[in-house]
């Protein structure tokens, strides 16, 4: 339904392209290469994606006030491009733009969304008191709200911080309820995080031949889904598996690594749920 939705924004673009002359055309012009910015992104298209928040950003921004709100959000989803690549100067920029105006505003949900963002980004740069004091205060709008998708994402990231700090009990109730939450509200593109999170808990335990069970399932799920890992995970991803690799040796490793790709998704989260309890 991705593809057939980036079809129908294309067309409405250039429809409008035609229009420019027509009074009012701006508004609609910047909403649909905002839309086909988010489409593109969950197809894997982030430079892309960038690309077209930066065209609808112009757009909102010579609206003037009356674009305030498309210019925040706009903004927002350049600094998450940004983070996912790694990029994290630019992101810092971004998310400064996006910030100052949703507290100009008042808007709740998208400061809640983008200080979970800034949280990762801090964790990224390893300001761990930062990224939790970010989590938790974006966590506590989220519960306000009742934005349960927030909700999902910061405590997954609540949980990789206390994971970090070694406290894996805390880490382990915060990754069942992200998983149980995706599992309850479909969410394929939050699945693969939660995941891969007890992959990366069972690692730091040293349970090594469960972690590599949980990261292969987490690998089948994210080429199902065609959600693959962004740029800015791909490091800890490949010091993990460089670590399984070598703890378990080669051929366990690759055997074990089977077993995962040929678990199935319900099989894989009942496991990871019976030997987390």
């Known amino acids: 339904y991705l593809a057939e939705a980036q079809a129908r924004l294309e067309q409405l673009l250039a429809r409008l392209g035609e229009k420019t002359a027509v009074f009012g055309i701006a508004i609609p012009q910047a909403k649909a290469l905002y839309s ?27 609206l003037g006030a009356a674009g305030e ?16 690549r790694a990029d994290y100067a630019t992101a810092h920029i971004w998310y400064g733009q996006s910030n100052g105006r949703y507290r100009q505003l008042g808007d709740d949900w998208g400061l809640s969304e983008a200080q979970s963002q800034m949280g990762t980004l801090a964790l990224r740069e390893g300001n761990i008191v930062e990224a939790r004091r970010l989590q938790e205060e974006a966590l506590a709008i989220k519960q306000r709200l009742g934005d349960a998708r927030g909700i999902l994402f910061s405590v997954w990231a609540l949980g990789n911080i206390a994971r970090l700090q070694g ?8 990754y069942i309820q992200a998983l149980q939450t995706a599992q309850q509200s479909d969410d394929k593109w939050s699945l693969p995080y939660c995941i891969e999170a007890f992959g990366y808990l069972a690692l730091a335990e040293r349970r ?8 292969a399932a987490a690998e089948v799920l994210r080429t199902a889904t065609g959600a693959p890992l962004p740029p800015v995970w791909h ?40 030997t987390s309890s």
């Open 36 to 62: 086909l910015g988010i489409v593109t992104h969950l197809q894997g298209g982030d430079a892309a994606a960038t690309d077209l928040f930066m065209q609808s950003l112009a757009i909102w921004q010579r």
């Open 69 to 84: 709100l498309g210019a925040a959000r706009a903004a927002h989803f350049i600094a998450f491009m940004a983070l996912r």
């Open 167 to 174: 406290d894996y009990p805390t880490a382990r109730a915060c």
């Open 208 to 215: 090594f031949q469960q972690a590599a069970r949980i990261f």
């Open 235 to 274: 490091a800890d991803y490949a010091r993990a598996r460089t670590e399984m690799e070598t703890s378990l040796g080669t051929a366990s490793f690759a055997a074990v690594w089977h077993e995962g790709q040929t678990m199935g998704l319900p099989q894989a989260i009942h496991h990871i749920l019976q």
